[in-house]
């Protein structure tokens, strides 16, 4: 069983730049592709970014590429996601997720087996 813990979250002006931490317990991450999404209110969850457990692929949603980058510190068992250029459209409640054992990357979001409680994410114009 992989537990996940989301934090960073915050209220940040338009521009400004936050940085979401996923951190597990109860098994190394080290062999399990990962993935962030995103839920707004009233909308469906939405991919966001993800990294193979190699860190040798990784995959953006289109509203986020060139701004967001997704990294994985093995030896510290955590995930991060750096977000800059931050826009009031990207507010939302921001989720890890870790998929299968040596499974790809995936931007699918029934890939996903376990899921962080989320953190939010909330950018003032």
């Known amino acids: 069983q992989v537990q996940l813990v989301d934090s960073g979250g915050g209220l940040v002006q338009a521009g400004g730049s936050l940085r979401l931490s996923c951190a597990a317990s109860?098994?190394?991450?080290?062999?399990?592709?990962m993935g962030w999404f995103r839920q707004a209110p009233g909308k469906e969850r939405d991919f966001v970014a993800a990294i193979s457990w190699s860190s040798a692929t990784t995959y953006y949603a289109d509203s986020v590429k060139g701004r967001f980058t997704i990294s994985r510190d093995n030896a510290e068992n955590t995930v991060h996601l750096q977000m800059n250029s931050l826009q009031p459209e990207d507010t939302a409640v921001y989720y890890c997720?870790?998929?299968?054992?040596?499974?790809?990357?995936?931007?699918?979001?029934?890939?996903?087996?376990?899921w962080g409680q989320g953190t939010q994410v909330t950018v003032s114009s």
């Open positions: 109860g098994r190394t991450l080290s062999t399990y592709p």
């Open positions: 997720a870790a998929g299968g054992r040596f499974r790809p990357a995936s931007r699918i979001k029934g890939d996903y087996a376990y």
